[in-house]
């Protein structure tokens, strides 16, 4: 099926629609980030034979052993981030296809997302490109080290588990950013990590699932 107006585009809409009455069932209240998952075709991100499943609340593969995170999961860690503030300069780690960086990037002045797999790093390029996404700058790089060139950053969202918080995060970390991490390993909790003038502030959140953080570049 094409992905034009014609073809996956009214379908596409319609279960747009129905992934946002979701996410208000499932208890995400933050109406910019409810505008921001709907102002995203998350169908332009996935496999083209997986693309009637985009609007499902499931990840879904998106090769290399890795996954599109769930709708509510995104939904879930903008909204912890977001608080009612603009996002500003914003930092993603694990960019994979780039659809988080999307759903950020409408709540952000600019996004910088980073990827340690090239050939991901790639498709997210094409697919940032054919939703006409211009605030999201794509690096290929280990993002344990978070982007020293580009920080510090008013909000950073790391998009795999850390066994550790990396240190280099907490340090690009703007005053008043916040940064939302899944710590843990089997398992694990979103950490949300502000920097307030008094220092560090850590509070845990809901449990959650996510392919590990990993060191290096492939
Ligand atoms: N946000 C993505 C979901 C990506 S899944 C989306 O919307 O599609 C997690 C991603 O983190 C994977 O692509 C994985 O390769 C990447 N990743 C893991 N460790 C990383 C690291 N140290 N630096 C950058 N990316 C990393």
Known sequence: MSRTASGIGMTSLRTRTRMIERLREQGIVDEDVLAAMAAV???????????????????????FAQTISQPYVVARMVEVLHAGRALGKTLEIGAGCGYQAAVLAQLSAEVYAVERIGPLLAKARINLRAINQINVRLKH???????????????IIVAAAAARIPPALLQQLAPAGRLIVPVGGASQRLALIERRPEGLVETR???VRFVPLLPGVE
């Open 41 to 63: 075709p998350r169908h332009v991100f996935v496999e083209e034979a997986l693309a009637s499943r985009a609007y499902e609340d499931t990840a879904l593969p998106l090769g």
């Open 141 to 155: 790089a280990d993002g344990q080290l978070g982007l020293p060139e580009a920080a510090p950053f008013d909000s």
């Open 205 to 207: 959140f809901d449990t």
